[in-house]
């Protein structure tokens, strides 16, 4: 009461809800066993129950129940006191306990605590008094207490099945669930607003600000670009974009649009520069076509990640997972530490990509089990790792959760339709040559391109492997070109048997200069052949003497120009070309290219010249021909910012200026990236489309949101002969492309990009059957589920169903339900969260394993009228298989690949710490203080993972011949910038989180019956 005699409500109803609340948080940490909810709800049981005289108890002031809670409102008691009574004639009238144990596990055995025990009369009834007197003033808690604990903790027994499955919706997609309300764009005039491009921006900026780093991955022709402007306008700082050369003046222009500032937008060729330019002033790292950095023994690596150290990072890129599971590796190693990873649940990414890896390692490609492999490891990487790092979208996914404003904006997705073949046929002349040409070519040695291979002296397998791989290139541009056109392939070969004759020249004058760098991954988008051979050629920093080399090499140099000179005079009396015949007949006739605007892309600039001969004579002031040099137009040569403008006033619908002088765009791969050419809706592949990855970059021009069209059209070109028409027209065209194929051996995986999987189906049966497939072009994943369907659910919710969002919300940690399930025997599922971490597990009769998100969903996923069933005593030991095994995948034991050796990238780092901690390095009495800081730095750092393995292999090779503790140093300095070894990242932490249950689902299998709960 206050003062006065009035009654203080405020005091009792506050009292009441803390009590409420730290009643809840008592059960939220409490014991997960059998014996705590039997000791609580017995405690519920003596609440509710009346007592022996509840009439006689009531007229004493109690509640009639066998048991009364009271708290004091006033102010805190802190004395701990028992007092007992005895009935009359037992023993004495009773005891008191005074002192400083409580009821409590520690206060009774765990520490050293005092109490006395009291007997006297005086001192019982002194003690009951005291008592007494705070009961009648104590607000009774007894309803709060059980009403708490039915209502607001995990002894709730009226969660329905329904209402946890939206639980667990809730509590794995809450960060998410409001993201749609957070940000507002400030778009150019006259730009849609759309909801699927500014949830990204949302969304990427949360990965942004957790991981210092995200990949924007949306599917071809969703708008990263715009995305990553859309990005740029919430990124305080300074920031450069690195793109593709051909894209500078796109990403320059779209970045100017969006009104963003400090910003320098850079080619992908100009790295050195960036660094010797300071890239200090940047905060954050926009990298375009980001997969190309997916090799980590590059230069180019070592560059962009000394660019990247301490930025936040933006990777674009439709594709950062295109080879091996090592690319996604490299990329991430650009914005987090790999051996102290921020990322959940992996806290050392090198250990969890090894792991992967080593599995494959056991399986040989040619075994079914090697895709299985492959598979399952991509899910992993996509479970573990891209779920907190990656913003993907597919088209069906828009098409699907965003459809409402799509349509309320009145667009739409066009539609890919099955691929159209232009079949043209080999007369009995060509075919001969063409066979003629394959079996010599198969012969060819490339030695020119190879010289390394044939010294006498060892040289590394580094070297080597470089050799095999500018040599495997050159072998596929010859087939390549092959297929491309004959006029293509002539110049190809001219071109060939020229430097074989300047290379053999050089060698009969007794010196040769080789270049061992070459990269073929910076040859892969050069369209210019010119420019290819001038790369090899002029890059000579190596000179030998013809007699460090042994005598096959000259011999196979001459056999190989001897081959290609044969190769040449075999082509020199060909004057017909029935692919470009076929090709005319088809743009004149055929009903879906008559009159139609067109784009023809090819991997050959040559063949671009010779289409445009061709096509304008066919139809004058109608094509233009696009390539890294500039455009070829009916007014003449243009450059190449004037090309691309007048490609755009073609072929760009949002372009101010709108033409229609153009019918038929040609242009090599330079166009197929950053450009928009949806005022076309029809793609013809003149070449083969050996790398699936380029198709959809192409098919990506038009396949856009916004297109006036409701159809895409695919064209390729397929060859075929008069003397193999028995075999069928398929088999044809398949056997063709083997032959290709087969002309390369080994060489063939540099045809694609992609890893070829399996031997078991012959390549050009593969090939045709995914060119056949309107799939390939269309750019979804086939990952199967989306977690958009599940935001999407639970925003309805949250939209439509205000009070039951609000009750989901409030359900209890640790919640509980059960349902009958169509399985054989009883299984629990539960939802772990630690810190960021969240994960699902299933526990049965053949123990625990970990599950998805989906496959939760999936198994969770009810209406609202299922029932709920009792849950059994065995429910606990089910949920503490859980708790192991989230222990153990959470603490990293899972990963440790079993019986892998050390090799390659690892054995460098290896011999390099071997030396830095070697005594006569260590012990060394010349070093300054700073230098032992840096050596401290260095070690480190590759504790930590952050030194590239380019810049390792290079620090072994060099110090492998220096025994002086200062040389070493002086070349670990030169070598390793000192900004990389600051590994203090901007906000990274590394945060230790306690495990939470956040709920359990007891299923209920068709093998037993349940057992009541209270057994």
Not at 110 to 116: D, I, L, T
Not at 426 to 447: G, H
Not at 852 to 858: G, K, L, S
Not at 935 to 948: N, S
Request: glycine letters at 6%; one cysteine or more.
């Amino acid at each position: 009461t206050r003062s006065g005699g009035e009654f203080d409500f405020e005091s009792h109803s506050r009292t009441k809800r803390i009590f409420s609340e730290q009643t809840a948080s008592e059960m939220d940490e409490s014991e997960d066993s059998y014996e705590t909810e039997i000791g609580v709800r017995k405690f519920l049981e003596f609440l509710t129950a009346d007592c022996a005289d509840k009439d006689k108890d009531m007229a004493n002031g109690g509640n009639g129940k066998k048991m009364e809670l009271r708290a004091y409102p006033s102010e805190n008691i802190h004395a701990k006191v028992y007092i007992s009574r005895f009935k009359e004639g037992e023993l004495d009238f009773g005891r008191v306990i005074t002192g400083s144990s409580n009821f409590s596990g520690s206060g009774l055995i765990a520490n050293r605590e005092f109490n006395v025990e009291l007997k006297d009369r005086v001192d019982v009834e002194f003690a009951l008094k005291q008592f007494e007197a705070l009961w009648k003033d104590g607000v009774n808690i007894s309803q709060e207490y059980v009403e708490t604990i039915r209502n607001k903790t995990w002894l709730n027994d009226a969660i329905i099945p329904y209402h946890l499955y939206l639980k667990m919706l809730y509590e794995y997609l809450k960060e998410d669930i409001n993201l749609d309300e957070e940000i507002e764009l400030d778009l150019p005039e006259g730009f849609m607003e759309l909801e699927y491009q500014k949830q990204a921006v949302v969304s990427a900026k949360k990965i942004l600000d957790a991981y210092n780093g995200v990949f924007l991955a949306d599917v071809v022709g969703l708008g990263k670009t715009f995305i990553s402007a859309m990005l740029a306008q919430h990124l305080p700082g300074g920031k450069l974009v690195i793109c593709p050369p051909v894209l500078k003046d796109y990403w320059e222009e779209t970045f100017f649009d969006f009104g963003i500032k400090k910003t320098k937008v850079e080619s992908l060729g100009k790295l050195d520069q960036i660094i010797k330019d300071g890239a200090d002033k940047y905060d954050y790292i926009f990298i375009d076509e980001a997969h190309r950095f997916r090799n980590e023994y590059t230069q180019g690596f070592e560059m962009i990640h000394q660019i990247c150290h301490g930025k936040k990072v933006i990777l674009v890129s439709a594709t950062p997972l295109n080879n091996t599971f090592d690319d996604i590796l490299s990329q991430l190693k650009l914005f987090q530490i790999p051996k102290k990873s921020t990322i959940p649940g992996v806290p050392n990414l090198e250990k969890f990509f090894k792991s992967l890896m080593h599995r494959l390692k056991n399986i040989k490609k040619s075994d079914p089990e090697y895709i299985s492999a492959i598979k399952e490891g991509s899910g992993k990487i996509r479970e573990n790792i891209l779920k907190y790092t990656m913003v993907r979208r597919t088209r069906s996914e828009i098409t699907k959760y965003f459809n409402k404003d799509i349509d309320e904006q009145g667009l739409f997705f066009p539609d890919v339709e099955d691929p159209r073949r232009i079949i043209y046929e080999f007369d009995d002349e060509i075919n001969s040559t063409f066979n003629n040409t394959i079996e010599l070519l198969r012969k060819f040695k490339y030695a020119r391109y190879t010289p390394l291979l044939y010294l006498k002296e060892e040289v590394s397998e580094l070297e080597k492997q470089s050799q095999r791989n500018v040599g495997g290139f050159m072998k596929v541009i010859l087939v390549k070109r092959l297929e491309s056109s004959f006029h293509a392939f002539r110049k190809t070969i001219a071109r060939f048997v020229e430097s074989y004759v300047n290379f053999i020249d050089m060698f009969d004058k007794g010196m040769i200069y080789i270049s061992k760098t070459v990269d073929v991954y910076d040859l892969l988008d050069e369209d210019n052949e010119d420019k290819i051979h001038q790369f090899i050629e002029q890059e000579r920093i190596s000179r030998y003497d013809v007699e460090q080399f042994r005598p096959e090499f000259i011999e196979d140099l001459k056999a190989d120009l001897k081959l290609l000179k044969a190769i040449r005079d075999l082509w020199s009396v060909v004057d017909s070309d029935p692919k470009i015949e076929t090709f005319i007949d088809d743009l004149k006739t055929n009903n879906e290219l008559k009159d139609k605007k067109i784009i023809i892309f090819t991997e050959s600039k040559e063949t671009g010249d010779y289409l445009y001969d061709k096509l304008s004579a066919r139809f004058p002031n109608k094509v233009l021909f696009y390539s890294s040099e500039g455009g070829q137009t009916p007014e003449g040569k243009k450059s190449v910012i004037d090309a691309r403008r007048i490609i755009k006033e073609n072929y760009d619908p949002a372009h101010r200026t709108r033409n229609d002088d153009l019918r038929i765009l040609i242009s090599t791969d330079i166009l197929a990236e950053g450009i928009n050419l949806h005022r076309s809706n029809i793609v013809v592949n003149y070449d083969l489309p050996w790398n699936p990855t380029k198709v959809l970059q192409r098919v990506g021009r038009v396949n856009r949101v916004g297109t006036e069209h409701t159809s895409i059209y695919v064209f390729n070109f397929f060859p075929t002969d008069q003397s193999d028409r028995h075999i069928g027209l398929e088999d044809n065209i398949k056997s063709k492309i083997q032959a290709f194929h087969d002309t390369l051996g080994e060489d063939a995986k540099y045809l694609t990009d992609e890893e070829v999987v399996s031997s078991h189906e012959l390549f050009g049966d593969t090939l045709y059957q995914r060119l056949a497939d309107k799939k390939t072009y269309a750019g979804d994943d086939e990952e199967g589920q989306s977690e958009l369907k599940y935001l999407k659910f639970i925003r309805d919710i949250r939209d439509n169903q205000p009070a039951l969002f609000e009750e989901i919300k409030n359900l209890p940690k640790k919640a509980r339900s059960s349902r009958r399930c169509d399985i054989e025997n009883d299984q629990l599922i539960t939802f772990f969260r630690k810190g960021k971490l969240k994960k699902f597990f299933m526990s049965g009769g053949a123990g625990s394993r970990e599950c998805t998100f989906f496959e939760a969903a999936d198994i969770m996923e009810c209406d609202e009228d299922t029932k709920r069933e009792k849950i059994p005593k065995q429910f606990y030991q089910m949920l503490e298989d859980n708790k192991e095994q989230f222990r153990f995948v959470t603490s990293g034991e899972n990963f440790e690949p079993k019986g892998s050796g050390r090799r390659g990238g690892l054995s460098n780092e290896r011999y390099v710490i071997t030396r830095l901690k070697a005594k006569e390095f260590r012990k060394y009495q010349g070093f300054t203080d700073d230098d032992d800081e840096y050596i401290r730095l260095v070690l480190r750092g590759y504790e930590y993972g952050v030194i590239p393995k380019n810049t390792t292999k290079g620090i072994k090779k060099k110090i492998e011949k220096e025994s002086n503790p200062l040389k070493v140093l002086a070349i670990l300095k030169k070598s390793i910038p000192y900004n990389i070894l600051n590994v203090e990242r901007p906000g990274q932490q590394f945060p230790s989180s306690k495990r939470e249950v956040i709920l359990s689902e007891f299923l209920t299998g068709t093998s037993k019956n349940v057992l009541s709960k209270n057994e």
